[in-house]
């Protein structure tokens, strides 16, 4: 008969049959604690939007806004993040036929990095891109560089954070992470239409509602 060792006899002695590694306690389940978790709830997402043209200036608060809840009725949305961290720009845009191969009115795109303080300048505070074809889309790049305010977070009561420009057509993909708010408030903006309790994907821009959501229920 084959030998069993005394070893694996008592493998499953003892309780029930559990060890202490069962137990999550490694080596010995006495003394053990939970491990340390971080308390704050932050996610990392890709947020599309559409425009038929703008040159505006984005705040940190329109970024914590990207998912908004009716605050007031037909008034007013909350914003559901108290800080964010800007990881890249994409924007894809295209000459219009009857301006393509010119050499005035050819559409362009940029995004302008705001500098974190008055006395500091990023060497690549701008990304622009024209477009060179009707039927190829030209993809703009940027990502905050450093001395740039969202070089790192940010908090919602920021004020501008960079300046966007797209032509007509353009789609804008946004690479944010966000830290939801805990027991606070957020930045507020005025709505003709909504539903207390509703969440809605808000225009990147705000109130000026130039730079829309592609695929989220929206108001404005």
Not at 62 to 69: F, K, P, R, T
Not at 200 to 213: F, R
Request: aromatic share 6%; hydrophobic share 35%.
């Amino acid at each position: 008969m084959p030998r069993t060792s005394r070893r694996r006899q008592n493998r499953g002695s003892g309780s029930g049959g559990v060890s202490s590694a069962d137990l999550g306690g490694g080596r010995s389940a006495q003394g053990s604690f939970p491990p340390q978790r971080q308390a704050n709830v932050a996610f990392r997402h890709v947020w599309r939007f559409r425009t038929d043209g703008v040159n505006t200036d984005i705040t940190a608060a329109n970024l914590c806004s990207v998912l908004a809840v009716g605050s007031t009725l037909n008034s007013a949305v909350s914003g559901l993040f108290k800080a964010v961290r800007v990881r890249s720009i994409k924007i894809w845009f295209r000459a219009p036929t009857t301006l393509a191969g010119t050499s005035t009115g050819v559409p362009s795109a940029s995004v302008t990095w705001t500098n974190a303080t008055s006395s500091t300048y990023s060497p690549v505070s701008e990304v622009s891109a024209t477009a060179i074809s009707n039927s190829t889309p030209t993809v703009l790049c940027a990502r905050p560089p450093p001395k740039s305010l969202l070089s790192d977070w940010v908090g919602h009561s920021i004020g501008n954070v960079f300046t966007l420009k797209a032509p007509q057509g353009s789609i804008i993909d946004i690479d944010l992470e966000h830290v939801l708010l805990d027991g606070e408030v957020g930045p507020t903006t005025s709505v003709a239409t909504a539903a207390l309790g509703y969440v809605y994907g808000m225009p990147l821009d705000g109130s000026a509602d130039n730079v829309q959501p592609v695929g989220l229920v929206t108001t404005t």
